[in-house]
C-alpha cells in the first residue's frame, strides 16, 4: 500500500492523484476517525428528503474506505449512527439501516479484494436482527484479513462505550490499584488499536458529539464545511496533508531549535 496503490485508483490528472504526490508516507497517521455529517443540509438543498442525504453519503464511505486503505492507513473509524440518533422520525432511521445493510451487500468483495477487517464499535444489541444478521456476516468473512481495520461506529456513543468499560473492569474483579489508562483501553471497543491521530468532521461543525471521547485525547481536529455526500478522496489528502504539517506536542513543549554560532 502506498503511492502507487493510490495513483492506480485515482484518475490521473485529478486533485487526489496531484496531492497524494505531496503526502509524506513515512508520516501517516496510523488511525483516521471521521463525523459524517451534513447529509440532512446537503439533501434540504436539493429539497430532497434527509435520507437521500445518507444515500448520496454513501459514495463517500467508498471513496474515504478505499483511498485510506490504498494509502496504507491502520484504521479508519465512521460514525455512522449514534445512540442519540434513535430520536431521529423513524423513517429516517429505516432508510438509514437498509442504507447500511444495502452497503454491506454490496461492498463485501471490494473490501476482501482491499483485505479489509471491518469490525463493529458500538452496542449491537439494540439493532434489528437482520442489520445485525448482515454486520456479523461481514465481520465474519472480513475477520481474516490483514490489511485496514474498517471501524464502523454503529449504535456508538462514547459515554456509554467508557461506562460499559468500567462495568467490565468491575466484573472481571480488577483490583482498582492496578487499573491504569493502558489497562482500561483495553476494556475498550478499540481494544489494540491505536488512538485517532487525525479526527475529520465535515459540515463546519465544531463539535465532538460524543465521539471516541477517551480515545481522542490528543488526536488532531480537522474540520472542513464539505458536506459529508461531497467528500472524497481529494479532501481526505487534505487532511492527511494538514495533519501532517501540525506539530503534536502531546502536552510537552517544542523541540528546542538548535543554537546557531555555539
Ligand atoms: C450525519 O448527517 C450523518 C449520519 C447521522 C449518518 C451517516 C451515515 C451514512 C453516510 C450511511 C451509512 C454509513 C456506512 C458506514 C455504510 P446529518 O443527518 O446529521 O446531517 P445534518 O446535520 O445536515 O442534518
Not at 429505516?94 to 458500538?122: C, F, H, P, S
Not at 478522496?233 to 528546542?256: F, N, P, W
Amino acid at each position: 500500500m502506498g503511492l502507487h496503490d493510490v495513483l492506480a485508483w485515482a484518475p490521473a490528472e485529478s486533485v487526489a492523484a496531484r496531492l497524494v504526490r505531496q503526502v509524506d508516507f513515512g508520516r501517516l497517521p496510523a488511525h483516521i476517525a471521521v463525523i459524517m455529517d451534513g447529509n440532512g443540509r446537503w439533501a434540504a438543498r436539493r429539497r430532497l428528503p434527509r435520507v437521500e442525504g445518507h444515500r448520496a453519503g454513501i459514495d463517500s464511505v467508498r471513496d474515504s474506505v478505499e483511498v485510506c486503505a490504498r494509502l496504507g492507513i491502520d484504521v479508519l473509524t465512521l460514525y455512522a449512527f449514534s445512540v442519540e440518533n434513535w430520536k431521529r422520525p423513524p423513517a429516517e432511521v429505516r432508510g438509514l439501516m437498509g442504507l447500511l445493510k444495502r452497503y454491506l451487500r454490496l461492498e463485501l468483495a471490494t473490501l476482501m479484494e482491499n483485505d479489509i477487517r471491518l469490525q463493529v464499535i458500538g452496542s449491537e444489541e439494540e439493532l434489528a436482527p437482520d442489520v445485525r444478521g448482515e454486520l456479523d456476516a461481514a465481520q465474519e468473512r472480513t475477520g481474516g484479513n490483514t490489511g485496514m481495520v474498517f471501524n464502523i461506529a454503529l449504535n456508538y456513543g462514547g459515554r456509554a462505550e467508557i461506562v460499559a468499560a468500567a462495568r467490565r473492569a468491575l466484573r472481571a474483579g480488577v483490583d482498582p490499584d492496578e487499573l491504569d489508562e493502558a489497562r482500561f483501553a483495553g476494556l475498550l471497543y478499540t481494544a489494540g488499536q491505536p488512538d485517532p491521530d487525525l479526527l475529520i468532521r465535515t459540515s463546519g461543525e465544531m463539535r465532538i458529539s460524543n465521539f471516541l471521547l477517551w480515545q481522542i485525547a490528543y488526536s488532531e481536529i480537522w474540520v472542513t464545511d464539505t458536506y459529508w455526500p461531497d467528500f472524497r478522496a481529494r479532501h481526505l489528502l487534505e487532511a492527511v496533508l494538514a495533519y501532517q504539517k501540525r506539530d503534536r506536542r502531546y502536552g510537552g513543549i517544542e523541540q528546542e531549535p538548535a543554537i546557531v554560532g555555539r
